[in-house]
C-alpha cells in the first residue's frame, strides 16, 4: 500500500468520529396561550408525550403519609347535608278549664285519662295537658257608675287587691263611668306603682238623685203643687219638676278596651278581664256579641265581682227583665259564661276582699288541655268546645266555643305529654 492510500483511510476513520454531546439545558416552561415559542425545538417536549387525562384513575393512589406536626390544628368539622323542612300552618288549641263538685269546691288531682274533649261533637287528640299554674295578665276594670253606699265598699275593699296576685303577674287599671279610661298600662301586680294607681280610681260613685214628687217626696205635694207650709216656703205654688238625667253604665266598652290591652301579654301567661261591677250595661257603642266574639278569637276570659243589688239573690228580679230600649241589668253571667271566667257575689265589703283572693286561686288552679284541631285552618266559623271529666258528680267550667285565629299558635308552659 503506498502512502498515499494510507492517507485517505486515516481521512476516513476521523470522519467516523461522532461529534460531542450537546450541552444539557434546563427545560423552559411550556408556553401557554399567547407566550411566544422558544427558538430551539430542544425545549419542546418530545412528540409521543401524551397530554394528561381528566378521567379519575381506575386504581386509587397510594395514601401518602405525613410525618405528625405538634403545631397541626384539630382537623376540619365535616358537616352532613342540609337536611329540608316542610313547614305547615296547624292551629292548637289551647283550652284551660275548672273542676268543682256539688258543693261548688275545687276539685284537685285529676289525670288525664280521666278527660275527654270535644270539638263540634268530635273526639279531640289531647297533645298537651298541664296543671302548673301560669302567670297572670289581667287588665282590672271598676265600675264607677255604682250608688254611692256600694261604691264606698269597694273603695275599702280595693286596699286587699294586691295580695291577691303574685309578683310574677301584671295588672292594667281601667275605670268607667260614662265611657273606659286607662288609669295605669300593665305593671308589676306588687309594684308600688299599682297601689298609687288604686288609690287614685277610687270616686265617689253616682249620688242619688232627690224625689221632688210622688208619695216618697220630701215635701207634701198634691195636684203638682206644695200645701204644706212646714217644708215649703212657697206654698200653694207649682212644685219642681226635674228631669232625673239617664243613667249611663259603658260596659260592654270597658270590657272591650281591657280586652284589647290584653293582647299585649306574652307567650304564656293567662289572659284575664277581671270586673268589679253590678253588671248594668246602657250606652256603649259596642253591641255585647261582638264584644265576646273578640274575646274568644284571642282567649281572653272574664272574671267578676258582683256588688250592689245584683250581688243579692232575688233582690231586684223584675229590674232584671229587660224592656225595649230600657238598660240592661247584670250582663256579667253571659261574658263569664261564653268565656270560661267565674263570678263572685258580694255585698259586704269582707266578702268583696275575699273575692278577690278567691277569684285569683279559681284561676291558678285551673287544668289546662290542648290539641291540634281538625278543622280548616282560619274558616272564620265558630267551633262550639266541650271539656268532660269521667268522674261523677262534677261540674266542668270552660269557654263555650272559640273562633280560630291566624296569629302564630303553639304549646306554651310544661311540656306536652303523650295523652289520647
Do not use: C
Not at 407566550?35 to 419542546?44: H, Q, V
Amino acid at each position: 500500500m503506498n502512502a498515499q492510500q494510507q492517507t485517505d483511510a486515516q481521512q476516513k476513520q476521523q470522519q467516523a468520529i461522532p461529534d460531542a454531546p450537546a450541552p444539557a439545558l434546563l427545560q423552559g416552561v411550556t408556553p401557554g396561550k399567547g407566550a411566544p415559542a422558544p427558538a430551539s425545538t430542544d425545549l419542546l417536549p418530545p412528540a409521543d408525550q401524551s397530554a394528561p387525562s381528566s378521567a379519575l384513575p381506575a386504581t386509587p393512589a397510594a395514601p401518602k403519609t405525613f410525618a405528625p406536626d405538634d403545631q397541626a390544628g384539630p382537623p376540619p368539622e365535616i358537616t352532613d347535608a342540609k337536611t329540608f323542612t316542610i313547614h305547615k300552618q296547624v292551629d292548637f288549641v289551647e283550652i284551660p278549664f275548672t273542676v268543682k263538685d256539688s258543693k261548688n269546691r275545687l276539685v284537685p288531682g285529676l289525670d288525664w285519662r280521666e278527660v275527654r274533649v270535644y270539638e263540634n261533637n268530635v273526639r279531640q287528640h289531647m297533645s298537651y295537658w298541664t296543671v302548673d299554674p301560669f302567670p297572670l295578665s289581667v287588665a282590672l276594670v271598676i265600675d264607677q257608675s255604682l250608688p254611692f253606699d256600694t261604691m264606698s265598699k269597694v273603695n275599702t275593699a280595693l286596699g286587699a287587691l294586691q295580695g291577691a296576685f303574685t309578683a310574677y303577674d301584671e295588672v292594667a287599671v281601667f275605670t268607667y263611668n260614662n265611657g273606659p279610661k286607662l288609669r295605669t298600662d300593665f305593671t308589676a301586680a306588687q309594684s308600688a306603682r299599682l297601689g298609687a294607681v288604686l288609690e287614685q280610681s277610687k270616686t265617689t260613685g253616682r249620688e242619688a238623685y232627690p224625689i221632688m214628687d210622688g208619695p216618697l217626696a220630701q215635701n207634701t205635694v198634691i195636684n203638682g203643687r206644695n200645701v204644706d207650709p212646714n217644708t215649703s216656703a212657697n206654698r200653694g205654688h207649682q212644685g219642681l219638676t226635674p228631669n232625673a238625667p239617664r243613667e249611663v253604665h259603658t260596659l260592654n266598652d270597658a270590657i272591650l278596651a281591657a280586652a284589647v290591652a290584653t293582647t299585649k301579654a306574652g307567650k304564656g301567661r293567662r289572659r284575664i278581664v277581671y270586673v268589679i261591677s253590678d253588671g248594668k250595661e246602657y250606652g256603649s257603642q259596642a253591641k255585647q256579641k261582638d264584644v265576646i266574639k273578640y274575646l274568644q278569637r284571642n282567649d281572653v276570659a272574664v272574671y267578676g265581682t258582683l256588688v250592689g243589688d245584683s250581688a243579692i239573690p232575688g233582690l231586684g228580679f223584675l229590674d232584671r227583665i229587660h224592656m225595649p230600649f230600657q238598660m240592661r241589668d247584670d250582663i256579667l253571667p253571659v261574658y263569664a259564661g261564653a268565656t270560661g271566667g267565674q263570678l263572685d257575689a258580694e255585698n259586704r265589703t269582707n266578702g268583696i276582699e275575699k273575692s278577690f283572693a278567691k277569684i285569683a286561686e279559681q284561676v291558678r288552679t285551673q287544668y289546662t288541655v290542648g290539641y291540634y284541631t281538625k278543622e280548616p285552618f282560619v274558616d272564620g266559623k265558630y267551633r262550639e268546645v266541650e271539656v268532660k271529666v269521667l268522674r261523677p258528680n262534677l261540674s266542668v267550667i270552660a269557654k263555650r266555643g272559640y273562633y280560630p285565629s291566624a296569629r302564630d299558635s303553639a304549646p306554651t308552659g310544661a311540656l306536652p305529654q303523650t295523652a289520647k
